[in-house]
């Protein structure tokens, strides 16, 4: 059973520029969350989805940013017109349920945006 | 390849007790070590972030501290209170963040 993936590992983009994140959950997983890391900060929660559905995205900036976990296919952080400031790793995790108590949420390798 | 290991992998407590939770990594090769509080339905909530060249760091009731050349990590909770029944997590980043597979923790009123 392959764990979390996220992809790319690594993106660039110029400032103004679109990034895609893509989190592919773990087989059976139905609940996905997003995470941001910035420099010398810790982790902090953006987002979490249901399929097709947005339970809580009190993390998440209210411009430029947006997320989907779509019937198929994995779930996606789109960050629109990037900036300097959005430079950061950011982190997907998958559980099978709602995260309570016996669920744990299962990390991606993160993928490290680096806005030029 | 990192490995991440919390003891115990449960805990129950009375009300009031000071407790310690336990973190220890393989590879001490690390950018910084992170105690994480997870609540169901919810996503993780950083508690305290340790820089690789620091040894300890605080907040509130909460004191986390980090001897990288053994590998470990803990962290001391004090006058425990029912609210912080949750499940600890610690995570290592060094290119990839690995985490541990954490500790539930009970605290009965």
């Known amino acids: 059973n392959a764990g979390v993936m996220q992809n790319p590992r690594h993106l660039v983009r110029r400032r103004g520029q679109e990034a895609r994140l893509r989190c592919s959950p773990m087989?059976?997983?139905?609940?996905v969350y997003w995470y941001r890391q910035l420099p010398e900060e810790g982790l902090k929660f953006m987002v979490y989805l249901q399929k097709e559905n947005i339970i809580d995205e009190s993390g998440m900036p209210k411009e430029r940013f947006s997320a989907e976990f779509p019937k198929e296919g994995p779930s996606i952080l789109r960050i629109q017109q990037v900036v300097r400031g959005d430079s950061a790793a950011y982190f997907c995790a998958s559980s099978p349920t709602s995260g309570g108590a016996g669920d744990t949420q299962y990390f991606g390798p993160g993928t490290r945006l680096t806005v030029l | 390849k990192q490995e991440v290991t919390q003891i115990p992998a449960a805990l129950s407590v009375p009300e009031g007790e000071n407790l310690v939770l336990n973190c220890s990594f393989t590879d001490s090769a690390i950018y910084n070590l992170q105690w994480f509080r997870q609540d169901p339905g919810k996503g993780l909530t950083s508690l305290l972030l340790?820089?690789?060249?620091?040894r300890e760091q605080t907040s509130g009731r909460l004191n986390a501290s980090l001897d990288k050349s053994s590998g470990r990590s803990t962290l001391y909770i004090a006058a425990s209170q029912p609210g912080d029944s949750a499940t600890y997590l610690c995570a290592v980043d060094h290119n990839d963040m690995r985490f541990g597979a954490g500790t539930r923790l009970t605290v009965k009123p």
């Open positions: 087989k059976g997983h139905s609940h």
């Open positions: 340790i820089q690789s060249s620091q």
